[in-house]
Each structure stands twice: as C-alpha cells, then as structure tokens.
C-alpha cells in the first residue's frame, strides 16, 4: 500500500511563491510517474504538473513558466515549486503517484493553498 503525505501549503500573497512537498511510502516511487492536481470550491479536480519515472515533465497551460514539478527518487519525494501565484491558483492541491507495476492510482489528503491579499 502507498501512502502519499502533502505538505507545504499555505496563504501567500499574490506574486508570491510555494513549494509544495510530497512523500511517498514504498519502493514502486521511483518507477511511477507522479503528478499534483488542485481542486477549486465548485470546480473540478484538474491536472497541474506530471513528472515520469524519467524525468519527463508536463504542465497545464494556466501554470506553464510559473511553476515547476521535480522529484528526488532519493528521497522518495516529488516537489511543486509554485511562483508568481495568483488568486485564481487558490485551491487544494493534491499529490497523485500511478504506480508502474499495477497501474493502480494513488491520492495524497491534499493540502490548501491560498493566494490573496
């Protein structure tokens, strides 16, 4: 079983910056691709960044050049580095691993951001 713990997340004004962490138990982390994805009140979950087992990132268009996804299978941990935030980032962010041997999907509790002045 993978356990996925967020952290990071918090109020930041607008323009500032956020780095969001997440763990991962177990030893399929470094075969799996991961992924965050946010949640606004009255929206669908939506896709922010994936990263693969190789490194292969992608982004959503609304936060392309702002922020960017990374992983050290080191430490069992994928980062999202969040700049330049703006009120409309506001949401739960939550960290997804899909795992490489079974292709089962796991989700992390989520974690609040909030971008406002």
């Known amino acids: 079983q993978v356990q996925l713990v967020e952290s990071g997340g918090g109020l930041v004004q607008p323009g500032g910056s956020l780095r969001l962490s997440c763990s991962a138990s177990g030893s399929i982390f470094i075969i799996s691709p991961m992924g965050w994805y946010r949640q606004a009140p009255g929206k669908q979950r939506e896709l922010v960044a994936t990263v693969t087992a190789s490194d292969s990132t992608n982004y959503a268009d609304s936060v392309k050049g702002r922020f960017t996804i990374s992983r050290d299978n080191a430490k069992n941990t994928v980062y999202l580095q969040m700049n330049s935030l703006k009120p409309e980032d506001t949401a739960v962010y939550y960290c997804?691993?899909?795992?490489?041997?079974?292709?089962?999907?796991?989700w992390g509790q989520g974690t609040q951001v909030t971008v406002a002045s």
């Open positions: 997804n691993l899909l795992s490489g041997l079974s292709g089962r999907s796991f």
